[in-house]
């Protein structure tokens, strides 16, 4: 292919993702749900028709998925290569100095979110990144030279219940921390592992928000597993 239309195409994708709107409609969309036009139209500030006008560029463009259910139309990222793409680039963007939250409930949705947070289908924030060291001390991850699956994780996801779906996803693979600014596990291994804590009841959502927070089961089990630490959403609040 010619390096210069493969240029082209990537500056094509970029700068859909060089709109704010988008950009934020991309951000929320990282908590893995379907929103409506409406929902992301206040979300973000904008009209509804400036809102649907973005949405047909980005799923034009095949970053968003389109549903439809009679009369509704939601939209969701098309896929977690699209999403750890987003996290990628927020995790590396500037960081600008960021307002005092102005009230007491935003200030504890930023801790919240720098505990713990969905990232589309895995885990990140301070619980995504303990998670990833832990597996990494005990062997089941290797990290040398980018993050690997090793037989005795092979053996722990196993004896957790876990079976990897055959796919082309990679099992493992490093995302960028928005927050933390290092590498968490992501890939068909960190969304089962995500998918385990949520259906074990070891982590619970926060409100309507991508943050999450381990319920005293999952402190007991994150500690009985990993050796990790968490403070519960009792001891935490």
């Not at 493969?6 to 991309?26: E, K």
């Not at 030279?145 to 996801?157: C, H, M, N, S, W």
């Amino acid at each position: 292919m010619d390096p210069r239309e493969s240029g082209r195409d990537l500056a094509a994708v970029a700068s859909l993702l060089a709109d704010p709107t988008r950009a934020a409609i991309c951000l929320a969309l990282l908590d893995g749900r379907s929103w409506s036009a409406g929902e992301l139209a206040r979300h973000t500030g904008v009209a509804p028709s400036t809102a649907t006008g973005h949405l047909h560029l980005l799923v034009a463009a095949g970053l968003l998925a389109e549903q439809r259910q009679g009369r509704h139309r939601y939209v969701a990222l098309a896929g977690p290569d699209v999403a750890d793409v987003v996290e990628t680039l927020a995790a590396l963007a500037p960081q600008s100095p960021r307002p005092a939250p102005r009230s007491l409930r935003s200030a504890r949705t930023s801790r919240a979110l720098a505990r713990g947070r969905t990232c589309y289908d895995h885990l990140a924030g301070e619980l995504g990144i303990g998670i990833t060291d832990a597996l990494a001390r005990r062997g089941l991850l290797d990290d040398r030279g980018g993050l690997a699956l090793t037989p005795d994780g092979r053996a722990f996801l196993t004896g957790l219940g876990i079976d990897l779906p055959v796919t082309r996803r990679p099992a493992v693979r490093s995302c960028l921390d928005l927050t933390e600014r290092r590498p968490h596990l992501a890939g068909a291994v960190g969304a089962a592992l995500c998918r385990h804590a949520f259906d074990e009841g070891w982590i619970t959502r926060i409100d309507s928000t991508r943050a999450v927070a381990v319920t005293e089961v999952g402190a007991r089990e994150f500690r009985r597993h990993l050796g990790l630490e968490t403070a519960s959403a009792r001891t935490a609040a």
